[in-house]
T-cell receptor, first 114, second 110 residues
Framework: EAQVTQNPRYLITVTGKKLTVTCSQN?????MSWYRQDPGLGLRQIYY???????DKGDVPEGYKVSRKEKRNFPLILESPSPNQTSLYFC?????????????FGPGTRLTVT | GQSLEQPSEVTAVEGAIVQINCTYQ??????LSWYQQHDGGAPTFLSY????GLEETGRFSSFLSRSDSYGYLLLQELQMKDSASYFC???????????FGPGTRLSVLP
């Protein structure tokens, strides 16, 4: 079954405690993204990756890091989380950001930073 | 860069037709997509327009006018299960960065 998986699904943590949210896809997609979703703001892209070892900033990259060492995995790292990073996070993948290539989304990770 | 605007809420009754508009400002155009998201779920792809005109997929259609920087999603024969948020979206920044509109929450009433 084609899918994007994320872990954990829910996470409550404290300010400053480093955390990693994992993302994996089994569709051999080149393009992967991380988004955060906040009420009234839609989905905002944090980082994206065009392929292995190729990553770039999206619209809201501050406070986040990513890596793309393998094609299937695209972890999101929060080195020192702060309360303003409390949000719903989605990982997504597609063959390309252009054209009619749909983005497949993971189930989401709800993060609370206290 | 690209920015997209949508109405925040739309309400309609079961069986009706509803249109959700999207206007965009972009330094480069690479097509307009639509996604649906139910409460508690992940966004799912609905449609894509690269050229002007109407694309039909069952009860859903999407329209694009590049000259007007405008598109819309048309939902026909509304069903209760269509209650969800709908997002227009598209790539920018030489087609690499992907941007979503703020979303339109559709409520379908019985």
């Amino acid at each position: 079954e084609a899918q994007v998986t994320q872990n954990p699904r829910y996470l409550i943590t404290v300010t400053g405690k480093k955390l990693t949210v994992t993302c994996s896809q089994n569709m051999n997609h080149e393009y992967m993204s991380w988004y955060r979703q906040d009420p009234g703001l839609g989905l905002r892209q944090i980082y994206y990756s065009m392929n292995v070892e190729v990553t770039d900033k999206g619209d809201v990259p501050e406070g986040y890091k990513v890596s793309r060492k393998e094609k299937r995995n695209f972890p999101l790292i929060l080195e020192s989380p702060s309360p303003n990073q409390t949000s719903l996070y989605f990982c997504a993948s597609s063959l390309s950001p252009q054209g009619d290539y749909e983005q497949y989304f993971g189930p989401g990770t709800r993060l609370t930073v206290t | 860069g690209q920015s997209l605007e949508q109405p925040s809420e739309v309400t309609a009754v079961e069986g009706a037709i509803v249109q959700i508009n999207c206007t965009y400002q972009t330094s480069g155009f690479y097509g307009l997509s639509w996604y649906q998201q139910h409460d508690g779920g992940a966004p799912t792809f609905l449609s894509y327009n690269a050229l002007d005109g109407l694309e039909e997929t069952g009860r859903f259609s999407s329209f694009l006018s590049r000259s007007d920087s405008y598109g819309y999603l048309l939902l026909q024969e509304l069903q209760m299960k269509d209650s969800a948020s709908y997002f227009c979206a598209g790539p920018t920044n030489y087609g690499q960065n992907f941007v979503f509109g703020p979303g339109t929450r559709l409520s379908v009433l019985p």
